[in-house]
């Protein structure tokens, strides 16, 4: 066996309710070298990380630090034994200096004092050793948000890790505090520390990782070599699963399918275009106003077409539509409607323009638990149920009761308090809700995420009779068969922007995982044509 | 066989445990209210006379039009700690336009030099539903915790009923003006006549209108009440004002049955308000869950216990630690119960 391997997990699984997250996953990480982790949304990274953390315990399994078996408790264990985790939120004090954020609870002096002297000199040190220069007493609150990673880095240096895990750490920064980072994980790597660097660009992951390994569904695909592995190699084998589950595209065919690549801004607007979206922009939080969550979006929706949003998490899809939907505010963009500009800032202003949206988080967005089933759907219709202020019980209860039958929604009753549905139940009390208000265009976001096959197979067919009655829907998804074989056409999204528009004919997995995966500098052109 | 035994009988005792609280919980005011009427019916007759009856429904009418106005704000998540304060400032307004100013302190009764009842009445409603307003402004606007809005409301409004009375009670009124607080139609008195009312009214705005369906909505669950296209600033806004209202005509009524009306009327009143309400079920930490008919139970709880323990000759004190623990124990219960069911 190889001496140099720090870490060693050996067919490590792990269940969710319904979902097998990990299964019998293996994983390597040497001393001294950089290990990249990639894979799909889902793919099972996130699990991987959290049990190396401590944060969630495996089902069965086993690791191995430095060729000695070991049971990770909890993430404080996890510190203790010598292996850190750099979320991509960082856990940091932000009113406190870096200095008191690097050795917390850790601090040099007596039970009572604090000798700062000696923190002061102690941080220097080791900024110095990363190569770093941040003044030890500045406010973590006001550097940016690489120099709070660096922090972060420290702090877990200053604890004698031998392992760094790094999750999405390139995600938040411009290319030239990249290269400042992967500086620092040269250095890492001089000192004997094992990396493991998680990340969606693999242009990065390729550039400074020496063993790259592919996760997919849970499973190990492969562990390449930086020498062996190519960006198409990775794709591959990030996508290569078997064709579908459970839908066929046949009948997506009887469908009136619109043409791509007609000109966007003519003179004449195309009259089967329902929507179109031109330079949708936003701005990240007012804490960190620099980094732009949505980056001059444009596309086109047509009546009757699901069109696809591809990406990966972080690409910026359910910022887009939430824009569209006046759910958030928009920094620059203008909506058209049928070709008339108009002006959406509120959800309510958004159901006026015939537009419905069916949320990410079903429990914290779309439904109000405690209450009834016939509340929930009819909520967003009272103002037609309504006479002289009151509800038309009855009125209301025949159209819910419609909805309910169309949908199969199982449930006992009309006054059933939606807590008590199941996933799929509730996802279509959501669906149900929005259909009652006869949307033209309707908004769904990951409309089968956590619900069982059963029911997303009824939300599919849902989706083609809807299209096929002159709806136009916009679908949100990470999981890229469903999106290949319901959508007319595929928006690809990274990093905030559109890098391709595709038809599904032209589309396959990997050219899709390939526009998902570009990095801005290299898709300047593509935006540029795309925006026409 | 013997593990089987052993762990299936926990689980019974706990599903019936569970059966047991969702009665408790769903009439659980109820059932205790009455559980302490029979009480004091036996251990004292008189309780029972219809004397005494209504006695015990004037006491609380005042809490109780303010427990309505608060009942609307605690189902959006709020609470509205000025109630008192607005209560007392309005009173004083209500007085001083009756009586044709402040300057007119202890005029004797029955002189109408004023601006009549009517406009009097008004003011005090109009001064109630402006304080709202501003409070609902802060919280809907502003953005600040409901609160420390009505916390600030609840002191500003205390030192503006002080600036405006300069300290003195406005007092004596004529028999048109008492009889709103201190009057009966047939045996029942007339403040109870307009908590009765007022109750009906708002049950059925919170039950059968769309407004009391976007109350429960914005309660139950912000986010996804604001992406259905409510208004969430004017919904929130509205029941602080909702709440004034209740305030100001409550500042009428107390000023009427007192027959006077003073700058120290109302304080503590928030905490009885609130408290009434919550045993009645609505719940302060989950927003859009309670209802008018259990704030109507928990009120008259506080009422007739307070009656009762008085006709018992317990002292007024220990009938203040009592209420303490009952507040604690109702939210307990509602808690136990709803953990049950879920």
Redesign the interface.
């Known amino acids: 066996m190889d001496d140099n391997v720090l870490l060693r997990m050996e067919n490590v699984s792990k269940a969710f309710p319904g979902v097998q997250a990990l299964a019998r996953v293996s994983l390597e990480a040497r001393a001294g070298e950089i290990l990249g982790l990639v894979g799909e949304n889902g793919a099972g990274k996130s699990t991987l990380m959290k049990i190396l953390s401590g944060a969630y315990p495996m089902d069965s399994g086993q690791i191995y630090l430095q060729g000695q078996p070991i049971t990770i408790k909890d993430p404080h264990h996890a510190l203790q034994l010598g292996i850190s985790v750099i979320y991509q939120e960082f856990n940091l004090m932000p009113n406190l200096t870096v200095m008191e954020n690097i050795f917390v609870g850790r601090y040099p002096g007596d039970s009572i004092f604090v000798d700062y002297r000696q923190l002061f000199r102690q941080t220097e040190e080791l900024l110095s050793r990363l190569g770093v220069s941040l003044p030890p007493t500045a406010i973590v609150r006001d550097l940016s948000v690489a120099e709070q990673q660096m922090v972060e880095i420290a702090k877990a240096l200053s604890m004698q890790v031998r392992v760094i895990i790094m999750d999405e750490p390139t995600s938040a920064l411009s290319g030239a505090e990249v290269q400042v980072l992967f500086n620092i994980m040269r250095e890492l790597k001089r000192q004997g520390i094992a990396v493991i660097f998680i990340s969606h660009r693999l242009q990065e992951v390729l550039t400074i990782c020496d063993h790259i390994m592919v996760l997919r569904d849970g499973r190990n695909v492969g562990m390449l070599t930086a020498a062996e592995a190519t960006e198409d190699k990775l794709v591959s084998m990030m996508v290569g699963r078997s064709r579908d589950e459970f839908f066929h595209k046949e009948h997506r065919k009887s469908r009136v399918k619109a043409r791509p690549g007609a000109p966007q801004l003519s003179a004449v607007r195309q009259n089967d275009v329902i929507l179109e979206v031109r330079g949708l922009t936003r701005r990240g939080s007012k804490f960190d106003p620099s980094a732009i969550v949505v980056k001059d979006v444009s596309f086109d929706l047509r009546r009757g077409e699901i069109l696809g949003l591809a990406g990966l998490v972080g690409a910026g899809r359910t910022e887009t539509v939430r824009l569209i ?1 006046g ?1 958030d505010k928009r920094d620059a963009g203008e909506i058209y409607i049928d070709g008339v500009p108009v002006d959406i800032n ?3 202003d ?2 006026r323009h015939g537009i419905g ?1 069916v ?1 990410e988080d079903r429990k ?8 009834a089933l016939h ?1 929930n759907i009819s ?2 219709s ?2 037609r ?2 006479r002289f ?3 038309g ?1 009855a009125q209301e209860r025949q159209s819910v009761q419609q909805f309910v039958t169309q949908l199969q929604i199982r449930t006992p009753s009309l006054d059933q308090i939606v ?1 008590n549905l199941s996933g799929g139940n509730q996802q279509k009390v959501v669906i149900a ?1 929005w259909l009652m208000l006869r949307p033209k265009i309707l908004i769904m976001d990951e409309p089968t995420r956590g619900i069982d096959v059963g029911a997303k197979a009824e939300i599919y067919a849902l989706m083609d009779e809807l299209a096929r009655s002159g709806v136009s829907i916009i679908m949100v998804s990470s999981e890229l068969p469903e999106l290949l074989a319901m959508s007319d056409r595929i928006v690809c999204m990274a990093e905030g922007r559109v890098t391709a528009i595709l038809d599904v004919s032209e589309a396959t997995p990997e050219i899709v995982m390939r526009y998902c995966t570009v990095q801005h500098e290299t898709l300047h052109v593509e935006a540029v044509q795309s925006n026409g | 066989m013997q593990t089987v035994t052993a762990s299936s009988t926990p689980v019974r005792t706990r599903v019936r445990w569970g059966n047991l609280l969702n009665v408790v919980s769903r009439f659980g005011a109820l059932s205790f209210l009455t559980a302490l009427c029979i009480v004091f019916a036996i251990l004292e007759p008189a309780f029972l006379s219809t004397v005494n009856i209504f006695n015990v429904l004037r006491q609380v009418s005042i809490y109780g039009l303010l427990a309505v106005g608060m009942t609307f704000v605690i189902l959006t998540g709020g609470i509205d700690l000025s109630v008192g304060s607005l209560l007392a400032l309005s009173g004083l307004v209500c007085a001083a336009v009756e009586k044709g100013g402040t300057g007119l302190l202890s005029v004797t009764a029955g002189e109408a030099k004023g601006y009549g009842l009517l406009t009097a009445v008004v003011a005090a409603i109009v001064v109630g539903l402006a304080g709202g307003m501003l409070q609902g402004l802060g919280v809907s606007r502003l953005g600040v915790p409901p609160f420390i809005v009505t916390l600030g409301g609840m002191s500003a409004f205390r030192g503006a009923a002080l600036l405006f009375s300069q300290g003195q009670p406005i007092s004596g009124f004529r028999e048109a003006y008492r009889f709103w607080g201190q009057g009966m139609i047939g045996p029942v008195p007339v403040p109870v006549i307009f908590f009765l009312v007022f109750a009906a009214i708002a049950h059925i705005v919170l039950r059968y209108t769309k407004y009391g369906r976007h109350i429960y909505a914005v309660g139950g669950n912000r986010e996804a009440a604001r992406l259905s296209g409510l208004n969430i600033k004017w919904l929130v806004l509205s029941v602080y004002v909702i709440s004034g209202f209740f305030a100001g005509l409550s500042g009428f009524l107390l000023s009427s049955r007192l027959n006077s009306a003073e700058q120290v009327a109302g304080i503590g009143y928030e905490l009885t308000v609130i408290a009434g309400v919550v045993i009645g079920g609505t719940s302060l930490t989950r927003g859009g869950e309670g209802s008018i008919f259990g704030t109507v139970i928990g009120v008259l709880l506080i009422g007739v216990l307070s009656n009762g323990l008085t006709l018992l000759n317990v002292s007024s004190y220990f009938q203040q630690v009592i209420i303490g623990l009952i507040i604690v124990f109702a939210v307990f219960f509602d808690q136990l119960a709803k953990s049950a069911r879920r």
């Open positions: 939907v759910a509120s959800p309510l958004a159901i949206y949320p914290e967005q779309g439904l109000i638990l405690n209450q509340f909520l967003p009272l103002a149920l309504t202020g009151f509800v019980q807590w809700k």
